[in-house]
T-cell receptor, first 112, second 117 residues
Framework: GQQVMQIPQYQHVQEGEDFTTYCNSSTTLSNIQWYKQRPGGHPVFLIQ?????EVKKQKRLTFQFGEAKKNSSLHITATQTTDVGTYFC????????????FGQGTTLQVKP | NAGVMQNPRHLVRRRGQEARLRCSPMKGHSHVYWYRQLPEEGLKFMVYLQKENIIDESGMPKERFSAEFPKEGPSILRIQQVVRGDSAAYFC???????????????FGPGTRLTVT
């Protein structure tokens, strides 16, 4: 079945360091979404990327969609303890019914 | 402006019992999705419903699991004869679907943590 691969699985950084998580698909995607889940919480929508090569910024977060629309990345500049959580990418299922296929997630720990 | 509501938040069932999980989508949303999350894992799609219709149930186990979204009332995910392997967090999400590749970000509820003893 359709898969979305995400790496790394875990990342520990010192507060102030940068962080990046990567997402790859074997198929071309119509769009990709990013979610954040705090420990014990539920996924919260961050952003959706639609266009090839698209780059979007939200304060210290930078999201990129690859030119071939098969990969994406989320980069956080100067991490803070509030960035702790698991970041998931999600892509539409091949049946295009609206369901999302989630990557395995990258869990970010930030040491103060 | 209430978000997605799920209840109960925590549910404990013995093996063989039934579990009923409820989800009320955000106001104005007519599309509901159920996902399952095992500890330390990602979210796995189970089923997508619109009012009175199951659109995609490709992620739902063939036996013991069923879902509905009636004309009135919340969406229900029902698990019959629960087993220990059903222990997980079950999240409901809702969206407004506006065409292929369009804006259909999903808004998640707080989840139901099911523990089977």
């Amino acid at each position: 079945g359709q898969q979305v691969m995400q790496i790394p699985q875990y990342q520990h950084v010192q507060e102030g360091e940068d962080f990046t998580t990567y997402c790859n698909s074997s198929t071309t995607l119509s769009n990709i979404q990013w979610y954040k889940q705090r420990p014990g919480g539920h996924p919260v929508f961050l952003i959706q990327l639609v266009k090839s090569g698209e780059v979007k910024k939200q304060k210290r977060l930078t999201f990129q969609f690859g030119e071939a629309k098969k990969n994406s990345s989320l980069h956080i500049t100067a991490t803070q303890t509030t960035d702790v959580g698991t970041y998931f990418c999600a892509a539409p299922g091949s049946s295009n019914t609206g369901k999302l296929i989630f990557g395995q997630g990258t869990t970010l720990q930030v040491k103060p | 402006n209430a978000g997605v509501m799920q209840n109960p938040r925590h549910l404990v069932r013995r093996r063989g019992q039934e579990a009923r999980l409820r989800c009320s989508p955000m106001k104005g949303h007519s599309h509901v999705y159920w996902y399952r999350q095992l500890p330390e894992e990602g979210l796995k799609f189970m089923v997508y419903l619109q009012k009175e219709n199951i659109i995609d149930e490709s992620g739902m186990p063939k036996e013991r699991f069923s879902a509905e979204f009636p004309k009135e009332g919340p969406s229900i995910l029902r698990i019959q004869q629960v087993v220990r392997g059903d222990s997980a967090a079950y999240f409901c999400a809702s969206s407004t679907l506006s065409g292929t590749g369009g804006s259909y970000e999903q808004y998640f509820g707080p989840g139901t943590r099911l523990t089977v003893t």
